[in-house]
């Protein structure tokens, strides 16, 4: 298992010493909205950094829709082949597909038109992301967040009852105990799930305690996942907490194993 942890671009280093396997980085620090040239600086200094970006989150902004009247499929391909191709160059293996506001379903506009929608958006997305040899994982939020995919089970049942076969799953702790979904659903989803997000009670590091971690962990265990583990939470102080939120994931994981 390798983990990792959500940061910006400014405190990969700090990642690196708490010894983090990798870095998990909002897609923004690749500057997608660039042009190359203008990119290039940024990129150059992730590229320098001692850990690699081997997961990128938050893919798409707000201000290219999804869903409703103002989404456009070529605009959204536009600046998913920039995104991708530079998380590519960087050694991206996998990006989320959270983005709440980017997909969010809005008011008065009929569910069934919307998921319509949605899942020609997560056609072309699964398609680019395979183009640039990334996997796609489409992350459940819960329902303070976003008004559509809250659950693993209904982010699980879209993926298959459309066929959307390059479309993969995340599996994220919080989010699970916010929606009180039973880790079973993680365990069924098993097959698609390429990544994980962690946190402890309130959103907080991994070790406070507050959320069933280590039934997580077995979960995880069970279905055989050994891929990465992020932990996306917030934080007091990222260099004094993060060396003791990547020695509980270590331990939680190898016992979980018993």
Do not use: K
Not at 58 to 83: E, N, W
């Amino acid at each position: 298992m390798r983990f990792g942890v959500c940061v910006a671009p400014e405190a990969i280093a700090v990642a690196a010493r708490a010894g983090f396997d990798f870095c998990e980085l909002p897609a923004r620090a690749v500057q997608p909205l660039e042009d190359d040239r203008a990119a290039l600086p940024a990129l150059r200094a992730i590229a320098a950094a001692p850990i690699r970006p081997e997961a990128f989150n938050v893919l798409i902004p707000a201000t290219i829709p999804l869903v409703g009247p103002q989404a456009d499929l070529a605009v959204l391909r536009g600046y998913l082949r920039a995104a991708f191709q530079r998380m590519a160059w960087l050694g991206a293996a996998v990006v989320v597909l959270g983005s709440g506001a980017a997909r969010r379903i809005p008011d008065g506009m009929p569910r069934a038109a919307a998921l319509d929608q949605l899942a020609d958006a997560l056609v072309l997305a699964g398609d680019e992301a395979d183009r640039a040899g990334i996997a796609l994982a489409l992350e459940h939020l819960n329902q303070n967040e976003c008004n559509v995919f809250n659950r693993v089970a209904e982010s699980h049942t879209f993926i298959r009852e459309r066929g959307l076969s390059r479309v993969r799953l995340l599996a994220d702790l919080y989010h699970l105990e916010l929606e009180h979904e039973p880790l079973e659903a993680v365990a069924a989803a098993g097959p698609l799930l390429v990544h994980v997000h962690v946190a402890d009670g309130g959103r907080t590091a991994p070790g406070n305690g507050g959320y069933d971690y280590a039934g997580f962990m077995r979960v995880l265990r069970r279905i055989g996942y050994d891929a990465r583990i992020s932990a996306e939470c917030h934080w007091g102080d990222l260099a004094d907490e993060a060396p003791a939120a990547l020695a509980f994931m270590r331990a939680q994981w190898e016992a979980a194993l018993g």
